[in-house]
């Protein structure tokens, strides 16, 4: 709700295009939320069972969640040099992202749960942490790389959820996957033009990038049509699949 209230204040002019306060190395996330490595998370089956369906939803409120903050600190971090523009994409992606996570955090309810009632990882902020020096790192490797990744696995995820008989939860992961096509089209976009000013090939830009900044691995099988759509190279993450 704090999120969509800013959003709607920024649309209505009531916020100046000024960044004179240093954005933090951390969101304040709530101190009930226990936080793992990676490596450390419990493994979550494959079945159908209450326990694997609660830690899918709850994984998916965590994705959702980082999120914001994802969309909040690149509009915060870089928008004073990347313009009014960038600002405003970034700030209506994480209008959605707060959508999405309300979303999830009903369904979780629904479930008998709340989001922190179960473990999360880290690593989504880790790649934001890595990044937080060089808007073009950031750009090559969240929208491009981390939010691109959610294109490939969810049309199979609105399947098995489907298949398990939950077509509200379907309903729900089509709309995420809907809106999380353009958001990886306003990373995309605003790489290219920071490659275009820049005078690098913006493919050749991305795979370096990527190469020096992401610790983990650009992986099929990709759902081609839908990075399409979002305007990414298939022969720049052909080449580091």
Not at 81 to 91: E, H, I, N, Q
Not at 167 to 193: M, P, Q, Y
């Amino acid at each position: 709700m704090a999120t969509r209230a800013l959003v709607r204040r920024w649309r209505k002019g009531e916020l100046a295009h000024a960044f004179s306060v240093t954005m933090p190395d951390r969101p304040a996330w709530p101190d009930y939320l226990e936080l793992r490595p990676p490596g450390q998370m419990p493994k979550r089956g494959k079945g159908g069972s209450d326990r694997n369906r609660q830690a899918l939803w709850h994984s998916l409120a965590h994705i959702e969640f980082v999120a914001i903050d994802l969309a909040l600190d690149m509009a915060g971090r870089f928008g004073g040099a990347m313009g009014r523009a960038f600002v405003g994409d970034f700030l209506s992606v994480a209008a959605d992202e707060a959508l999405h996570f309300a979303l999830v955090d009903r369904k979780l309810h629904s479930m008998g749960l709340r989001y922190g009632d179960l473990p999360a990882h880290d690593g989504l902020w880790a790649s934001a942490q890595a990044t937080a020096h060089d808007v073009a790192a950031r750009l090559a490797v969240v929208p491009m790389v981390l939010e691109a990744r959610g294109l490939d696995v969810t049309p199979a995820m609105i399947e098995r959820v489907r298949a398990q008989g939950d077509e509200h939860g379907s309903r729900i992961l089509e709309r995420i996957l809907d809106d999380e096509i353009r958001h990886v089209a306003v990373g995309a976009r605003h790489f290219k033009d920071w490659c275009h000013k820049a005078a690098v090939p913006t493919d050749s830009a991305w795979i370096s990038l990527v190469k020096e900044h992401f610790a983990g691995v650009v992986k099929p099988p990709f759902n081609d049509s839908a990075r399409l759509a979002a305007g990414l190279s298939r022969t720049a993450y052909g080449a580091l699949a």
